[in-house]
């Protein structure tokens, strides 16, 4: 709006509040490789669709549960018992290297497993091998 006036001003500064809220949605996109529509930020900027991100241990103990009632019939005890581990070392991980009590599940990539893989050797003094198993149970959970 032209002009010197109050309301000019007030309007042309919500307008600019608005304006780098926008930017700073399409630079979210950007960073986290979204696809960007007029659509998606609006909606970003009103809130649609807005939830919480699947958390991973939270995931990692629902899958973990499902395995404890599979065993002794498709999967042996072991085996369960082994996710329970690997969901420890996955816990304690997290809370070490993140100081978080939990991690959100899209937030994991390549550097997160190798962060891990690389806790188990040094942290948990596991041997390769035993580290790649827990790797391996952690991306199957």
């Not at 500064?13 to 930017?23: D, G, H, Q």
């Not at 700073?24 to 998606?40: D, G, M, V, Y």
């Not at 009632?69 to 809370?95: M, P």
Request: glycine share 2%; hydrophobic share 30%.
């Amino acid at each position: 709006m032209m002009g010197k006036s109050v309301e000019a001003t007030e309007l042309n500064n919500f307008i600019n509040v608005l304006r780098n809220k926008i930017k700073n949605i399409h630079q979210t996109f950007i960073e986290n490789n979204l696809t960007i529509s007029a659509k998606s930020i609006i909606d970003e900027f009103k809130g649609v669709n807005k939830k919480q991100p699947k958390m991973t241990l939270q995931a990692f103990k629902e899958h973990n549960e499902q395995m404890d009632r599979l065993s002794g019939k498709s999967i042996s005890k072991s085996t369960a018992k082994r996710y329970w581990t690997c969901y420890n070392h996955v816990e304690q991980f997290i809370d070490e290297e993140y100081r978080k009590d939990d991690f959100p599940m899209n937030s994991i990539n390549h550097h997160f497993i190798s962060k891990f893989e690389y806790f188990l050797k040094t942290k948990r003094a596991c041997n390769h091998n035993s580290a790649l198993k827990y790797v391996n149970n952690f991306k199957k959970s």
